[in-house]
């Protein structure tokens, strides 16, 4: 079975200022996709950034961007310029691409509080 | 684009009675849909994966008699809590994925539903 590691209950960065949150993962599986999705206080879950596991490239989106180090497990988050609206929880998640299971596995959660 | 809807947004319901909570993907087609529950200061907890047109797919421990849900369309899915009780309350949430070619393997979400049960 999967699973998806957030070691940071909690971060906190200034406003303008870059932070990085972590994530590891653990599968058997060769193709697979991970997200970061942002859960603000609306509770709204938004898809931040999403990374095929065969895609070499690290991912971006704006001020979003990634580090996946496949053979290590890894899948940070770094965001840079931080905002006030980025003050969210932030979930990493796992998907396999194949066998039938479209499951996102989450992680527990990092809670990224923007201060002024 | 990809948006979802989900509805109500809010829901309080005597002990008992059945709730109904629909989700809607507004501008993709969705033959798979997914129903969450979240516990405050936790992360999902996937109850069940909804396909178009057969029968949902329950994870271990989600009571299905309990949880009816159907998805008769490809923007269409329903969650009922059935005999409600309060240990039921929390916030649900949908996810569709998104099939239509656009962005596939991708799930969006709805906005939750919070429901209490008094």
């Known amino acids: 079975a999967q699973t998806v590691t957030q070691s940071q209950p909690e971060m906190s960065v200034q406003e303008a200022e870059t932070v990085t949150l972590s994530c590891t993962y653990d599968t058997s599986e060769n193709n697979y996709y991970l997200f970061w999705y942002k859960q603000p206080p609306s509770r709204q879950m938004i898809l931040v950034i999403r990374?095929?596991?065969?895609?070499?490239q690290n991912a971006t989106e704006n001020r979003f961007s990634v580090n996946f180090q496949k053979a290590a497990k890894s899948f940070s988050l770094k965001i840079s310029d931080s905002q006030l609206g980025d003050t969210a929880m932030y979930f990493c998640?796992?998907?396999?691409?194949?066998?039938?299971?479209?499951?996102?596995?989450f992680g527990k959660g990092t809670k990224l509080t923007v201060n002024p | 684009g990809a948006v979802v809807s989900q509805h109500p947004s809010r829901v309080i319901c005597k002990s008992g009675t059945s709730v109904k909570i629909e989700c809607r993907s507004l501008d993709f087609q969705a033959t798979t849909m997914f129903w969450y529950r979240q516990f405050p200061k936790q992360s999902l907890m996937l109850m069940a994966t909804?396909?178009?047109?057969?029968?949902?797919?329950?994870e271990q421990g989600v009571e299905k008699d309990k949880f009816l849900i159907n998805h008769a369309s490809l923007t269409l899915s329903t969650l009922t809590v059935t005999s409600a009780h309060p240990e039921d309350s929390s916030f649900y949430i949908c996810s569709a994925r998104d099939s239509s070619g656009r962005s596939t393997d991708t799930q969006y979400f709805g906005p939750g539903t919070r429901l209490t049960v008094l």
């Open positions: 990374q095929e596991a065969y895609k070499q």
């Open positions: 998640a796992f998907m396999k691409t194949q066998g039938g299971s479209e499951k996102l596995v």
């Open positions: 909804s396909n178009e047109g057969s029968k949902a797919t329950y």
